[in-house]
T-cell receptor, first 115, second 109 residues
Framework: DTAVSQTPKYLVTQMGNDKSIKCEQN?????MYWYKQDSKKFLKIMFS???????INETVPNRFSPKSPDKAHLNLHINSLELGDSAVYFC??????????????FGQGTRLTVV | QKEVEQNSGPLSVPEGAIASLNCTYS??????FFWYRQYSGKSPELIMF????GDKEDGRFTAQLNKASQYVSLLIRDSQPSDSATYLC?????????FGTGTSLTVIP
């Protein structure tokens, strides 16, 4: 039973389209994240949600909109896709409060390719 | 300046040798430090975390933390070809995790 699951695993789409990536965790965690990993393997935080509330919104184009219908789900919607959006997007979750040693658990990633 | 800096490598070591991976961080308020391993096409998985100055050992892995120098390292003893992966260093303050760019390690049989 996968702890953090994302769908789809692969997503190929044309420039200008709108797409969504879904994430669900069954760990009972209160905090969920979206990370973007570029070709150089840099994992950049995009958003952090705690119990459905936005905590972190790094410098991300407003074409990216996270939505958390409940604390077990954090979806990512992307409007007007651009070539530079091509990357692997990881969802993650962690326990709250974030005490020392609290780790982040990652989903399997969604490889987005914009053509 | 990134929160966490790592030498991207690639780092190559022969099988059986010690691999040494290094990382520096900028936020002195960071509370915990993590080493994740990421195989190609897979998600990061936790190897170890450390939060006190000094060494922490787990099997073939030893994490080292020096808060005064804002430096974290990971030693892998008796390196195996299966250790070939990208190793990501992360710092955390509460629930906020910041990752380095990762160091690519290749263990040569």
């Amino acid at each position: 039973d996968t702890a953090v699951s994302q769908t789809p695993k692969y997503l190929v789409t044309q420039m200008g389209n709108d797409k969504s990536i879904k994430c669900e965790q069954n760990l009972g965690h209160d905090t969920m994240y979206w990370y973007k990993q570029d070709s150089k393997k840099f994992l950049k935080i995009m958003f952090s949600y705690n119990n459905k509330e936005l905590i972190i919104n790094e410098t991300v184009p407003n074409r990216f909109s996270p939505k958390s219908p409940d604390k077990a789900h954090l979806n990512l919607h992307i409007n007007s896709l651009e070539l530079g959006d091509s990357a692997v997007y990881f969802c993650a979750s962690s326990q709250d409060p974030g005490g020392i040693g609290t780790e982040a658990f990652f989903g399997q990633g969604t490889r987005l390719t914009v053509v | 300046q990134k929160e966490v800096e790592q030498n991207s490598g690639p780092l190559s070591v022969p099988e059986g040798a010690i691999a040494s991976l290094n990382c520096t961080y900028s936020d002195r308020g960071s509370q915990s430090f993590f080493w994740y391993r990421q195989y190609s096409g897979k998600s990061p998985e936790l190897i170890m975390f450390i939060y006190s100055n000094g060494d922490k050992e787990d099997g073939r892995f030893t994490a080292q933390l020096n808060k005064a120098s804002q430096y974290v390292s990971l030693l892998i003893r008796d390196s195996q070809p299966s250790d070939s992966a990208t190793y990501l260093c992360a710092s955390a303050r509460g629930n906020q995790f910041y990752f380095g760019t990762g160091t690519s390690l290749t263990v040569i049989p």
